[in-house]
Nanobody
């Protein structure tokens, strides 16, 4: 059974940084796409960044230049380094894994950007 465990959310001041981590278990993730989505009340869940096991990363426009996704295939982990955070980045961030033919989601971790 696939499990995704996220960590690293919290409260941060504007222009601050946070690093989210997600540990995956229960399958072979070498061919999986791994990444992050976020959800803000009143809006649809949106892609933040995703990457394949050895390929380039895809970023949402709002994430380019500020967020960096990385993964450790040996440890089945994916990370999201977020810098220069803004109040509009406040959301629940979800780890996402697409392991054909299914997709899996973490439980979500709250990120709040506020002074």
């Amino acid at each position: 059974q696939v499990q995704l465990v996220e960590s690293g959310g919290g409260l941060v001041q504007p222009e601050g940084s946070l690093r989210l981590s997600c540990a995956a278990s229960g399958s072979d993730f070498r061919i999986a796409h791994m990444g992050w989505y976020r959800h803000t009340p009143g809006k649809q869940r949106e892609l933040v960044a995703v990457m394949s096991s050895g390929g380039p990363a895809n970023y949402a426009d709002f994430a380019k230049g500020r967020f960096t996704i990385s993964r450790d295939n040996a440890k089945n982990t994916v990370h999201l380094q977020m810098t220069n955070l803004k109040s509009e980045d406040t959301a629940v961030y979800y780890c996402y894994v697409h392991l054909p033919p299914r997709s899996y989601w973490g439980q979500g971790t709250q990120v709040t950007v506020s002074s």
